[in-house]
């Protein structure tokens, strides 16, 4: 006869499907032991850049029973973002396709408030959060943990069933559920992503040094972009996919279900002349609603021009 975690877990699992979700795993709450010395020195040696956030709450980063007081397991979701489609002019300045449609915090805290909804009217009274990219939950790691996949030389969640474009968050309950099993890694001796990235941000497989990478540079900077990488942007404006496209097991995926993640109607048809001359009204009309609105116009431009070659 199966225990209560198991068949909660079960449950949990088909609601999370129910609702769009790509995969879902659960694993025991705790203290993340391994992450820890790999999280302090990727601090120490200045990886994260100007990212200071990064540095708060360390302790929380590691340990989701000081974000959920009694947390007893983490529930890792996964949801599918891959779009197919491309930008219609190959000059034009790329956008990473998790940023075309909807900002992917407000889909996804939707979904997730509704299965913790589910959680508490199916099994009863239950403590917990949701959090999607925007609190310290050291998502990679849970996800890995639970199964859903192994974290690659990209540093990237990568499964065999669907590549890696998709999102992942988190419920933390103090629920006991029957916990998940990590999966193998499955990267061999392939070196796809350390070969395509254009900054060299990959120092070394499995590690990335943040403060190189585009999409640091695109989005999280706030100061002049570093002339040293003038020309090495690969026409990014927001975000990169680079490491991303060449990874073989990209091939597994398939375009997502969820329309708030379609793009603006003329996100993908503007010319590269058309983001040169970006005005402030474009810029509300096509990125309504979108994550690419974290750079606000001045960003975005900043990051247009220093895309222009040197005359």
């Given at each position: 006869?199966?225990?209560?975690?198991?068949?909660?877990?079960q449950?949990i699992?088909?609601?999370?499907?129910?609702?769009?979700f790509?995969s879902c795993?659960i694993?025991?709450?705790g203290?993340l032991e391994?992450?820890?010395?790999r999280?302090e020195?990727?601090?120490?040696?200045?990886?994260?850049?100007e990212?200071?956030?990064?540095e708060?709450?360390?302790?929380?980063?590691?340990?989701?029973?000081?974000?959920?007081?009694?947390a007893?397991?983490?529930v890792s979701?996964?949801?599918?973002?891959?779009?197919?489609?491309?930008?219609?002019?190959?000059k034009a300045?790329?956008?990473?396709?998790?940023?075309y449609?909807?900002d992917y915090?407000?889909?996804?805290?939707?979904?997730?408030?509704e299965?913790?909804?589910?959680i508490n009217?199916?099994i009863g009274?239950?403590?917990?959060r949701?959090f999607?990219?925007?609190?310290?939950?050291?998502d990679?790691?849970w996800?890995?943990?639970?199964?859903?996949?192994?974290i690659?030389?990209?540093?990237?969640?990568?499964?065999?069933?669907?590549?890696?474009?998709?999102?992942?968050?988190e419920?933390?309950?103090?629920?006991?559920?029957e916990?998940?099993h990590p999966?193998?890694d499955h990267?061999?001796s392939?070196?796809?992503?350390?070969?395509?990235?254009?900054?060299?941000?990959?120092?070394?497989?499995?590690?990335?040094?943040?403060?190189?990478?585009i999409?640091?540079f695109?989005?999280?900077?706030?100061?002049a972009?570093?002339?040293e990488?003038?020309g090495?942007?690969?026409?990014?404006?927001?975000?990169?996919d680079?490491c991303q496209d060449?990874?073989?097991?990209?091939k597994f995926?398939?375009p997502?279900e969820?329309?708030l993640?379609?793009?603006?109607?003329?996100l993908?048809?503007?010319?590269?002349?058309?983001w040169?001359?970006?005005?402030a009204e474009?810029?509300?009309?096509?990125?309504?609603d979108?994550?690419?609105?974290?750079?606000?116009?001045e960003?975005?431009?900043?990051?247009?021009e220093f895309l222009?070659?040197?005359k």
């Amino acid at each position: 006869m199966k225990s209560a975690a198991t068949k909660n877990a079960q449950w949990i699992k088909e609601q999370a499907l129910a609702l769009g979700f790509l995969s879902c795993g659960i694993s025991k709450a705790g203290f993340l032991e391994e992450e820890a010395p790999r999280l302090e020195h990727w601090l120490n040696t200045n990886q994260h850049g100007e990212m200071r956030y990064m540095e708060n709450h360390f302790d929380k980063r590691l340990d989701p029973t000081l974000l959920v007081p009694g947390a007893k397991s983490v529930v890792s979701l996964t949801l599918n973002y891959y779009n197919p489609e491309k930008q219609t002019d190959p000059k034009a300045p790329k956008i990473s396709q998790y940023a075309y449609g909807k900002d992917y915090h407000f889909v996804i805290k939707d979904k997730l408030k509704e299965l913790l909804s589910r959680i508490n009217d199916q099994i009863g009274a239950v403590d917990g959060r949701v959090f999607v990219d925007s609190a310290p939950v050291m998502d990679k790691a849970w996800a890995a943990k639970a199964g859903l996949g192994w974290i690659g030389k990209n540093s990237n969640l990568l499964s065999k069933q669907v590549g890696s474009f998709f999102f992942i968050a988190e419920l933390i309950l103090d629920l006991e559920l029957e916990p998940d099993h990590p999966v193998t890694d499955h990267c061999g001796s392939c070196t796809a992503c350390i070969d395509a990235c254009p900054t060299d941000a990959i120092t070394n497989p499995y590690q990335v040094d943040g403060s190189k990478c585009i999409s640091y540079f695109t989005i999280e900077l706030k100061d002049a972009l570093p002339t040293e990488f003038k020309g090495k942007m690969d026409d990014w404006m927001f975000g990169c996919d680079v490491c991303q496209d060449v990874c073989p097991w990209n091939k597994f995926s398939k375009p997502h279900e969820e329309p708030l993640f379609n793009p603006h109607p003329e996100l993908l048809q503007m010319t590269s002349n058309d983001w040169s001359e970006l005005t402030a009204e474009i810029f509300q009309k096509v990125f309504k609603d979108s994550a690419v609105k974290r750079t606000k116009l001045e960003g975005l431009t900043r990051n247009i021009e220093f895309l222009k070659p040197i005359k």
